[in-house]
């Protein structure tokens, strides 16, 4: 069964950048707003439990397969991670560097100027 939780008021969230750190049923998640749009992710690091959504966001540099081809994502949809630098694209939840790591993500709702996490 679906249900949703109200996070905050949509005005709290009124620049991209921004975000909203709160708990529900005993879990901590965060809701940020990138590019118009808002995505909630668990507060929880997966690799030693930091607090994940804490932490800057920013872009992310990429290579080529061969190293020999670099490029920068300057789209600040990444947060690092404030122990130990584990980042995570809070759009999908998955790390830019193995997609195989992930933090929980959920969706999200926005009505009458609340912003709701669904799960
Ligand atoms: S706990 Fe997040 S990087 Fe280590």
Partial sequence: ???RYPIAD??????DGSRVI??????EIAVFRHDGDYYAVA????HQGGPLCEGA???????????WDWDYDGEE????????GWKFDITSGR??????YAVPTYDVEVEDG???AVR
Wanted: hydrophobic share 25%; with cysteine.
């Fill in 77 to 84: 949809k990444y947060v690092v991670c404030p122990w130990h």
């Fill in 95 to 100: 790390s830019p560097k193995d997609e195989r």
């Fill in 43 to 46: 507060n929880y690091c997966i």
């Fill in 22 to 27: 709160t708990e529900i049923r005993g879990q």
């Fill in 10 to 15: 949509a005005t709290e969230l009124s620049e």
């Fill in 57 to 67: 966001l920013s872009g992310q540099m990429t290579t080529s397969e061969d190293g």
């Fill in 114 to 116: 609340t912003v709701y």
């Fill in 1 to 3: 069964m679906t249900e």
